[in-house]
């Protein structure tokens, strides 16, 4: 069964630095996502991604963040200047293309900030 | 503001105990009620997609269904390997996936 995967599978930086955290989506998918889930918290939403466009952001998207299609199969979340608060597990998601169909998910990366 | 509410948050079973794990919700038009398996280091697994009021939906030892407030997952004779963190989540009419916090599943042998 087609996957969603994500890499690297854990990541540490140095606070301050940027680090970039790639998915490639099931193929035949066209509507992506991120999400974030601190520890013992819930999945909340962070972006959602549309023909090469941002179609939603929640509001801790600020930025700091940015979402990248560079080539036709991977999406990538890009964090700059990286905080200790931002240590967290980022999901990748992809869905088919109805809004109401179901969502994806990649076994995400564990990012840890020091 | 939608929200999800899911119930209880932990909930621990002998194998072969049946019971019901709850979410409710307040959302401005409901587009879709997913129910996602996420075991622990993974990422949330798809179950269930619940429509509309009176929708039922089964797999294997789970039961899934939807009123217009809220959603039952029933999971009947639990064994050990359904022991997980059940999470629920809708998507309302602009498109937006809220996540409830999740129940937390422990099935003993």
């Known amino acids: 069964e087609p996957e969603v995967t994500q890499t690297p599978s854990h990541q540490v930086t140095q606070m301050g630095q940027e680090v970039i955290l790639r998915c490639v989506p099931i193929s035949n998918h066209l509507y992506f996502y991120w999400y974030r889930q601190i520890l013992g918290q819930k999945v909340e939403f962070l972006v959602s991604f549309y023909n090469n466009e941002i179609s939603e952001k929640s509001e801790i998207f600020d930025d700091q963040f940015s979402v990248e299609r560079p080539d036709g199969s991977n999406f990538t979340l890009k964090i700059r200047s990286t905080k200790l608060e931002d240590s967290a597990m980022y999901f990748c998601a992809s869905m088919v293309q109805y809004s109401n169909q179901p969502q994806h998910f990649g076994d995400g990366t564990r990012l840890s900030i020091l | 503001e939608d929200q999800v509410t899911q119930s209880p948050e932990a909930l621990r079973l002998q194998e072969g105990e049946s019971s019901s794990l709850n979410c409710s919700y307040t959302v401005s038009g409901l587009r879709g009620l997913f129910w996602y398996r996420q075991d622990p280091g993974k990422g949330p697994e798809f179950l269930f997609t619940l429509y509309s009021a009176g929708e039922e939906k089964e797999k294997e030892r789970l039961k899934a269904t939807l009123t217009k407030k809220e959603s039952f997952l029933h999971i009947t004779a639990p064994k050990p390997e359904d022991s997980a963190t059940y999470l629920c989540?809708?998507?309302?009419?602009?498109?937006?996936?809220?996540f409830g916090a999740g129940t937390r599943l422990t099935v003993k042998p």
């Open positions: 989540a809708v998507i309302d009419n602009n498109n937006d996936m809220r």
